[in-house]
């Protein structure tokens, strides 16, 4: 009788192989896969597509390496088979592009806070696609969350409070609070003349229910400005209550980038950082994003626009096309 090598028998518990021909290989114990030999382009097969899509759901992030056939054109074009893809409300895109830039020699480029993108707008994004364009020799690794399982390892208590909360979500955060640098002057500025050049508020509830899974997931992040009906301290408090439960490490899994890498994350279901320790080595991240849909609570109440300017860029004219088209 021939017995398998545990090597093989540890490799073979990796790979997930539930998703018609991928192959992922499992990075954590609750969030994150790589996928094994997969070429990503808008030419993806009908059913090779539908199984990436059923693969994010149930991974929240997935990772692919050695993407380097992609430009940004092919990058964008990929991204539209998940559906409309838009630009930063308020952040300018590279000329002639969609795309959202994170560039670490200008003073918006070092993403190291824990978010979920773009909530300050009520039909927040559903899935971003980040392609590693320059990284690092070392450092600027990014790390995810799970906020679906967060949800779901509350005790009942909480879970009972946290579904009776909503809460203000804006671009016009407090955007040093959390960072170990403090912020430079270049990144305070950056935050203040473009990052928050038009000030968006939307209210969340802080349970919602994802579209597609059911699953409930916390709605937390760093744009979450004040809880509704409650005072700043009360809602700090609470804030750093759930927002722990969301970053605790077994609900985490960390990417460390390699040149051409592309990671795609449900933007419902996870939270994300992007570590700042690579000081002066440049850094470039371009991500496509996916419009989506406005957060539904476990009463069936939908989020809502607090405070929506007049679009006065192209970027937010595009916003506020795509959320009446």
């Known amino acids: 009788m021939s017995h398998a090598h545990p090597v093989d028998v540890l490799a073979d518990a990796r790979i997930d192989t539930r998703f018609g021909d991928l192959r992922i290989r499992r990075l954590a114990g609750h969030i994150g896969g790589e996928v094994l030999g997969l070429a990503l382009g808008a030419d993806l097969s009908t059913d090779t597509f539908a199984a990436l899509q059923s693969a994010l759901l149930a991974h929240k992030v997935l990772f692919f390496r050695g993407q380097a056939h992609l430009d940004d054109e092919s990058h964008q074009a990929f991204g539209a088979r998940f559906g409309r893809t838009v630009a930063h409300p308020t952040v300018p895109a590279p000329n002639g592009t969609k795309l959202f830039e994170l560039d670490a020699s200008k003073g918006g480029g070092r993403a190291d806070s ?8 009520d039909a927040f994004p ?3 696609i980040l392609r590693g364009v320059t990284i690092p020799a070392y450092g600027g690794d990014t ?5 679906a399982k967060a949800y779901e390892r509350l005790p009942d208590a909480l879970k009972r409070l946290a579904e009776q909360l909503w809460a203000v979500h804006s671009n016009d955060y407090d955007y040093g609070a959390d960072r170990t640098d403090a912020a430079t002057d270049d990144r305070l500025r950056h935050h203040k003349e473009v990052f928050v050049s038009a000030v968006y508020e939307a209210e969340h509830p802080l349970v919602h229910v994802h579209p597609e899974t059911g699953e409930r997931a916390l709605l937390l992040g760093h744009f979450l400005k004040k809880f509704v009906g409650l005072s700043s ?8 209550l759930f927002q722990s439960r969301v970053i605790r490490l077994e609900n985490t899994v960390r990417w460390s980038w390699q040149q051409d890498d592309v990671a795609i994350w449900d933007n419902r279901a996870t939270q994300h950082y992007a570590i700042n320790d690579y000081g002066d080595q440049p850094r470039v991240v371009r991500r496509v994003t996916v419009h989506g849909e406005t957060a539904v609570a476990v009463d069936g109440q939908r989020s809502r626009t607090r405070r929506r300017p007049e679009a006065s860029n192209d970027a937010q004219l595009d916003a506020l096309i795509t959320r009446t088209a």
Not at 114 to 121: K, N
Not at 233 to 240: C, D, K, N, P, Q
């Open 143 to 147: 790390v995810w969350a799970n906020t």
């Open 114 to 121: 824990w978010h979920t993108d773009v909530t300050f707008v």
């Open 126 to 128: 559903k899935i971003s």
């Open 233 to 240: 301290t009360e809602s700090a408090r609470l804030f750093e």
